[in-house]
């Protein structure tokens, strides 16, 4: 394969840097009262899911396509069971010898180990899809973008509620998430060894993006009951549809 040039290396070395410094966003709770944030979560969460199963049908479901014609939908479907198993995995892991695991602290530390092997796996889709091309690369971070903002909000109260002081929080949060940038950084090696390895990490980020969206998100809207907050989360759920064809636009010529 040839060498990846350098501002393929500044894109995808950027953007798993700006997704690691998402946990940073925690601190919002320190200063935002708990109530008031969680209500912009639910709003944030309808975008976010617009915004992935844009990403996924619109760029990396078509792409997947061309890249491996013949078999696409299967690396998009063992991308969504493979994403399934790891969660299962590491919700086991939360559990000893059958019994839900009561000390706070062991679980916030479980919780920081299971988000950092997700966040090695988000730094190798953001790498293998700009490895294909860089408009796809910026619409695959957008995705791990929109997700993480409330992933990582949620991940900082795992913490706080298991014992960890604000500052320690913070710091364990973003070291659990520097591992977005192990994740490129693996890739852009491997991918000097295996000329095709990109083809099979857009499929599967597709299937990962499916799983998230379908398991994670959704299921989150569809706890509001509320007509006035249901008509509004469509609204934005369409609003992140139109961000990806939008990005098509922007950095279709890059």
């Known amino acids: 394969m040839p060498e990846v040039c350098i501002m393929t290396q500044i894109y995808i070395l950027s953007s798993v840097v700006i ?19 969680n209500s912009v979560i639910m709003y944030a969460l309808a975008f976010s899911s617009g915004v992935m199963l844009g990403a996924t049908f619109f760029d990396l479901l078509p792409e997947a ?22 969660e299962k995995l590491i919700a086991w892991h939360h559990h000893v010898e059958g019994r839900h ?32 091309s860089i408009p796809l690369g910026v619409t695959t971070t957008l995705a791990v973008i929109a997700h993480e903002i409330p992933h990582e909000l949620s991940d900082f109260m795992v913490l706080i509620h298991g014992g ?4 320690k929080a913070l ?51 569809l706890t509001v009951r509320k007509g006035n907050q249901s008509v509004r989360q469509i609204m ?19």
């Open 19 to 37: 997704v690691s410094l998402l946990s940073l966003i925690g601190a919002a709770l320190i200063v935002i009262q708990r109530q008031k944030l």
């Open 65 to 86: 396509v061309e890249l491996l014609p013949e078999s696409a939908f299967s690396w998009v479907l063992a991308g969504f069971v493979g994403f399934f198993a790891l």
């Open 101 to 132: 695991i009561h000390d706070e602290k062991p679980l916030a530390y479980l919780t920081l180990i299971g988000d950092g092997i997700h966040n090695f796996v988000d730094g190798a889709v953001i790498a293998g899809a700009y490895l294909v």
């Open 164 to 167: 960890l002081s604000n500052k």
């Open 171 to 221: 710091m364990y949060n973003f070291a659990s998430a520097a591992t977005a940038i192990l994740g490129a950084i693996f890739v852009l090696f491997v991918s000097e060894q295996f000329a095709t390895l990109e083809q099979y990490l857009v499929p599967i980020a597709a299937g990962n993006f499916l799983y998230i969206a379908a398991s994670d998100l959704i299921p989150e809207l």
């Open 236 to 254: 934005l759920l369409i609003a992140g549809l139109g961000v990806v064809p939008l990005t098509g636009l922007l950095f279709g010529h890059v």
